[in-house]
């Protein structure tokens, strides 16, 4: 993917102002920065989502405004946070809604995040921590080339946080996944690729910046 002179305003608010970056076609992005720094802002203008006060997003040379729905949904697996779960499916029908009927990827999916046990139950019943991880397992499921993924680590206990960091970073290896978050284990932020959002600018730091070096940026 490709940014180039990338311009986000809420009416008089600039969130992020002249932007230009690239994004290879695989590996980990963290985007990291304080709260309204437009993180979130910045990925759902990736897919589309938010349009852009100035500037053009493009995916293989191709404008993302110029995308159809159905282009732009077999490109991008968007997940944010809250996200409206409908409480009156089924775990099992949510994750597959408005996709395929495969079984067995639907099962796979279900059981990498640990919800096959509960996978008849309806979304109402769940815990924030089980509604997050489903959240994730439709992600997974839709096999997209690209995951926009906004504070993915919410209401997640440690042993699934753990996991999910380990996950993410071997689905890496196949696709390009942006993950826009707060909670970042010091092996993943040295392991990826940081980009820092602040003074309505992203800063990509070096492949390899240690803890300290990402942590200075973000306290300044």
């Known amino acids: 993917m490709k940014i180039e002179k990338l311009t986000i305003r809420y009416d ?3 969130v992020l102002e002249n932007i230009n970056l690239t994004l290879n076609d695989t590996g980990l992005y963290v985007l990291m920065g304080n709260n309204g720094s ?8 990736l897919c589309g989502l938010l349009k852009p006060s100035k500037g053009a997003i493009f995916f293989n040379k191709k404008p993302i405004e110029k995308l159809t729905l159905l282009e732009k949904s077999n ?3 968007f997940a944010d946070n809250p996200f409206p779960l ?7 029908t949510y994750v597959q809604l408005g996709l395929s009927n495969d ?3 639907l099962g796979q999916s279900l059981n ?5 046990s509960i996978a008849h139950q309806k979304v109402k019943n769940l815990s924030n921590g089980q509604q997050q991880r489903a959240m994730l397992a439709k992600v997974y499921f839709q096999n997209n080339p690209i995951w926009l993924l906004d504070e993915p680590t919410n209401f997640l206990d440690y042993k699934s946080t753990q996991f999910f960091w380990n996950f993410i970073e071997s689905q890496s290896k196949k696709r390009l996944i942006i993950c826009a978050a707060h909670h970042i284990s010091e092996p993943i932020i040295e392991k990826s690729n ?8 992203l800063l990509s730091m070096p492949l390899g910046s ?3 070096t990402i942590l200075d940026y973000l306290q300044r």
């Open 112 to 116: 990498q995040f640990d919800l096959l």
């Open 38 to 45: 437009g993180k979130s802002s910045f990925l759902k203008a």
């Open 75 to 77: 490109i991008f697996a």
């Open 12 to 14: 008089k608010l600039v």
């Open 86 to 92: 409908p409480d009156y499916m089924t775990l099992t």
């Open 103 to 105: 079984a067995a990827r």
């Open 194 to 201: 940081c980009i820092i959002c602040a003074d309505k600018q």
């Open 210 to 212: 240690t803890f300290t």
